[in-house]
């Protein structure tokens, strides 16, 4: 069966510090994979996503930076954390519904 | 390109009454349409979709939506709620020609006992 893992669940960083959350997919080959952040709850914002290895498309210019070493792993990271990147990140992956299945996602806050 | 609107913020309901969670669409073409719901600090849980064939979909936790063409509607719908459906909820889209979901906004539903 299909499964995504994201890890940690929960993370306090301090400002300036850097980041790197991962994704992993099982069960299936040359997904497509997606980074949203949620802020407050809410909307969903597209950061990055990914047809394949090293192939990266990023939505929004911010201080974040993705990276796709391997078929089934997605990678977030910041070399600088910033207060403004606190937020519920989610990794998703184009599954065979049409849809999406979603991570658990990671509780970010820097300070 | 393609957009969802979810037109209100949150919806309350007492438990027990019907349910109802509006959802827009715009997509050239035919749509795929989806609702997500989400538990705090949890990911995103697939409820249900439409691809093709009977316009009424039902999914999990007794959720059912309406999928209206000349509309352009997708309406989330559950004839009695529970406590335990309070979260939030996505509507989202994809048009047929690429890989990518849109969603809407998100609306909070509260299941007030």
């Known amino acids: 069966s299909q499964t995504i893992h994201q890890w940690p669940a929960t993370l306090v960083q301090p400002v300036g510090s850097p980041l790197s959350l991962e994704c992993t997919v099982e069960g299936t080959s040359n997904p497509n994979l997606y980074w949203y952040r949620q802020a407050a709850g809410r909307g969903l914002q597209l950061l990055f996503y990914s047809v394949g290895i090293g192939q990266i498309s990023s939505e929004v210019p911010q201080n974040l930076s993705a990276s796709r070493p391997q078929d089934r792993q997605f990678i977030l990271s910041s070399k600088k954390l910033l207060l403004s990147d606190s937020g519920f990140y989610l990794c998703?992956?184009?599954?065979?519904?049409?849809?999406?299945?979603f991570g658990s996602g990671t509780r970010l806050t820097v300070v | 390109a393609q957009s969802v609107a979810q037109p209100e913020d949150q919806v309350n309901v007492a438990e027990g009454n019907p349910l109802t969670v509006k959802c827009t669409y715009s997509v050239s073409g035919n749509p795929y349409l989806f609702w997500y719901v989400q538990y705090p600090n949890r990911g995103l849980q697939f409820l249900l979709k439409?691809?093709?064939?009977?316009?009424l979909v039902k999914g999990s936790y007794g959720f059912e939506a309406e999928f209206n063409k000349s509309q352009t509607s997708f309406h989330l719908k559950k004839p009695s709620a529970l406590v335990s459906d309070s979260a939030l909820y996505f509507c989202?889209?994809?048009?047929?020609?690429?890989?990518?979901?849109?969603f809407g906004k998100g609306n909070q539903v509260v299941v007030i006992p």
């Open positions: 998703a992956w184009g599954d065979r519904n049409y849809g999406y299945t």
């Open positions: 439409y691809i093709t064939g009977d316009n």
């Open positions: 989202a889209v994809r048009d047929r020609g690429n890989n990518r979901l849109a």
